[in-house]
């Protein structure tokens, strides 16, 4: 799948710095992650808390986040950034949970 028109805008504000960009990010792909998290949890046979759930989102996010956004810098638009993503998200979430 290509990238969308709405995922490129938000991709090019957070690079950019832009106001609000950082914010409407995570709106758009919280849901995405939150969702990374429960599966890879319950594919672990392992419960989280709530409080657990969050660090691991936010440790997700963080990870997005780090070296300006290197993360983002290096999606090269191969598949959805949705897609992306949930691979990045997964793979932060399990190492986090070893």
């Known amino acids: 799948m290509a990238l969308s028109e709405i995922d490129r ?3 090019e504000r ?4 832009k106001p609000r960009a950082w914010e409407d990010f995570v709106d758009r792909f919280l849901g995405l992650v939150l969702h990374v998290v429960n599966h890879s949890a319950k594919t672990k046979s392992i419960r989280l808390s709530e ?8 440790e997700v996010f963080l990870t997005i986040c780090n070296d300006s956004f290197a993360v983002l810098r290096h999606f090269r638009g191969q598949s959805s ?3 992306y993503l949930a691979v990045v ?3 932060v979430v ?3 949970m070893l």
Do not use: G, P, Q, S
């Not at 957070?14 to 710095?17: D, K």
């Not at 409080?51 to 936010?58: E, G, I």
């Open 94 to 96: 399990i190492h986090e």
């Open 51 to 58: 409080a657990d759930r969050d660090d691991l989102c936010a």
């Open 9 to 11: 805008n938000v991709l």
């Open 89 to 91: 998200a997964r793979r």
């Open 81 to 83: 950034l949705a897609t």
């Open 14 to 17: 957070c690079l950019a710095r």
